[in-house]
Every structure is written in structure tokens, then in C-alpha cells.
T-cell receptor, first 116, second 110 residues
Framework: EAQVTQNPRYLITVTGKKLTVTCSQN?????MSWYRQDPGLGLRQIYYSMNVEVTDKGDVPEGYKVSRKEKRNFPLILESPSPNQTSLYFC???????????????FGPGTRLTVL | DAKTTQPNSMESNEEEPVHLPCNHS???????IHWYRQLPSQGPEYVIH???SNVNNRMASLAIAEDRKSSTLILHRATLRDAAVYYC???????????FGQGTTLQVKP
């Protein structure tokens, strides 16, 4: 089954304790991205990657890091989480084709993160 | 970034058609319009996208106005499972970024 998986699905942590949220897709997609969803603010893009070893900032990259060493994986790293990073996080992937904006994007089920 | 305008909420009865409108007066002539939806406690899900003419797939139809300043997502027979937030999304550009506004919350009544 074609899918995007995220782990963990739920996480409660404390300020400053480094964490990684994993994202994996089995569709051989070149393009992957991370969003966060907050009440009243909608979904906002954090980082995106056009292909292996190619990453770039989205609209709200502060406090986050990403890496793309393999095509299927795109982990989101919070080096020193803070309470304002409490949010619902979604990973997405798609083919690049003419451009990732022209293609269907597949989203993961989400990771609900709480930073105390 | 281009913008879209949608009603905050709509209601429908089960088994009836639903027409979800969207205004996108700022998009250019080569930009696709995408629709996604988000069911409760799930990630966004692609519904349909189109450029100029009407588009159909197994989930829905998309009617795009001739001047491309608006479009309408049509669910032919709403089911309870179609209750979700529906997002009309302007062109993502080269970054692939999907701009999710507030969307339209669709309530389906049995």
C-alpha cells in the first residue's frame, strides 16, 4: 500500500531535550516536506526537499532541522524543543514531475507533539 | 503568494450533491487549482486538481470558471464520511508549498 508513515504519532517531551520525528514514504517520491498545523494558523510549511541531499526552508524553519540522506526518509529534528513548538506535524511527499506543485501530495497521519 | 477565499462552513444532507465554492482571482493562466480535504484526526488528503476545463475523478468533480477566477468542488452524493474541512489551494509554485487557508468545514447530516 502506498503510504507516508510518521513516528512517533504522539510525543510528550520537555524543553531542551533533542528529538527526531521520522517520515518515510514507499512511493519513490522525489519531493518531501514538513508542515505544522496550529489552531487559527492552518498548516504552514517548515522545510522541503526536492531530492536526496537537497533541502530548503519553508515559511517557519526556525528551531527545526532536516536531512535527506535517502530518498524514502525525511526526518524532522528539533535540537532544543521549546513550548512554542507544541503542534501537530505532517509530512508530505509527491513526484516532482513538472513541479511538485502540479502533483498530488500524499500526507502522513500526523505527529502530535507537546513540549512542556 | 496567491490567495483563495472560501466560505467558513456549509451543511449538506446525506445522499445529496454538495457544491463547495472557491474564489481565486489572483492565479495566473498556467497555475493549477488543487483541492484537499482533512477528515477529523487525519492528515490532509488530495481530492482533485485542474487547470482550465472541468475535471472528474472517483471522489469529486471540479468545475473551473471560464475566467479561472473561481472554481467549484462538487461532491455528487455526500456521505457522512465526507464531513471534513475542504481546502481550495492556490498554486504551489516551484517550492511545492501548499497554502492551506481556513477552508470550508462541511457538515453532512443523516
Amino acid at each position: 500500500e502506498a503510504q507516508v508513515t510518521q513516528n512517533p504519532r504522539y510525543l510528550i517531551t520537555v524543553t531542551g531535550k533533542k528529538l527526531t520525528v521520522t517520515c518515510s514514504q514507499n512511493m519513490n517520491h522525489e519531493y518531501m516536506s514538513w508542515y505544522r498545523q496550529d489552531p487559527g494558523l492552518g498548516l504552514r510549511q517548515i522545510y522541503y526537499s526536492m531530492n536526496v541531499e537537497v533541502t530548503d526552508k519553508g515559511d517557519v524553519p526556525e528551531g527545526y532541522k532536516v536531512s535527506r540522506k535517502e530518498k524514502r526518509n525525511f526526518p524532522l529534528i528539533l535540537e532544543s524543543p521549546s513550548p512554542n513548538q507544541t503542534s501537530l506535524y505532517f509530512c508530505a511527499s509527491s513526484y516532482r514531475g513538472r513541479g511538485p506543485g502540479d502533483n498530488e501530495q500524499f500526507f502522513g497521519p500526523g505527529t502530535r507533539l507537546t513540549v512542556l | 503568494d496567491a490567495k483563495t477565499t472560501q466560505p467558513n462552513s456549509m451543511e449538506s444532507n446525506e445522499e445529496e450533491p454538495v457544491h463547495l465554492p472557491c474564489n481565486h482571482s489572483t492565479i495566473s493562466g498556467t497555475d493549477y487549482i488543487h483541492w484537499y480535504r482533512q477528515l477529523p484526526s487525519q492528515g490532509p488528503e488530495y481530492v482533485i486538481h485542474g487547470l482550465t476545463s472541468n475535471v472528474n475523478n472517483r471522489m469529486a468533480s471540479l468545475a473551473i470558471a471560464e475566467d479561472r477566477k473561481s472554481s467549484t468542488l462538487i461532491l455528487h452524493r455526500a456521505t457522512l464520511r465526507d464531513a471534513a474541512v475542504y481546502y481550495c489551494i492556490p498554486p504551489a509554485g516551484n517550492t511545492g508549498k501548499l497554502i492551506f487557508g481556513q477552508g470550508t468545514t462541511l457538515q453532512v447530516k443523516p
